[in-house]
Structures are given as C-alpha cells and as structure tokens.
C-alpha cells in the first residue's frame, strides 16, 4: 500500500513538472531567434564603432593639418606686416 502512495506521489511530481517546464520549451524557438537578432545588432553596432573610431582619428589628423595652416597663414600676416 505504502508503495502505491509513493508511486503516486512520484508519478504526480513528474506531471507537474512536465506542466512547469513546457512552457519554457515552448518559448525555446522564440528565444534563440531574439539571441540571434541582439548578436547580429551587436556585430553591427561593433561596425559602427570602428568607423566612428575611424572617423575621429581622421579628425584628428584634419585637425592638426588646420593647426599647421593657421602657423603658415600666422607667419605669412607676420611676414606681410599685417
């Protein structure tokens, strides 16, 4: 008798864990494609970084071009005696 009690208690348990993790199972396909599309954004928001990174250092070399050009362009003014 003992033992039929505990079967059932058993077999019940296993029931009710089928009924919790079936859910979650179900929502697998959806989940793997939501992981899919936050990589594929990852990959292209690491694109993005490196052309703004890109970007600024060609900035700053632009930069110090225009700072060699205000020196000559000073100069020039200085030489004319302006």
């Not at 348990?13 to 936050?38: E, K």
């Not at 703004?52 to 362009?73: C, D, N, S, Y």
């Amino acid at each position: 008798m003992v033992t039929w009690i505990v079967v059932a208690v058993v077999v019940f348990a296993l029931v009710v864990l089928a009924l919790a993790v079936r859910p979650v199972v179900a929502r697998l396909p959806r989940l793997r494609r939501a992981a899919l599309a936050l990589q594929r954004r990852q990959a292209e928001a690491e694109a993005l970084q490196a052309g703004a990174l890109a970007l600024q250092e060609r900035a700053e070399a632009l930069q110090g071009q225009v700072t060699v050009a205000e020196r000559r362009l000073a100069l020039i003014k200085a030489k004319r005696g302006h």
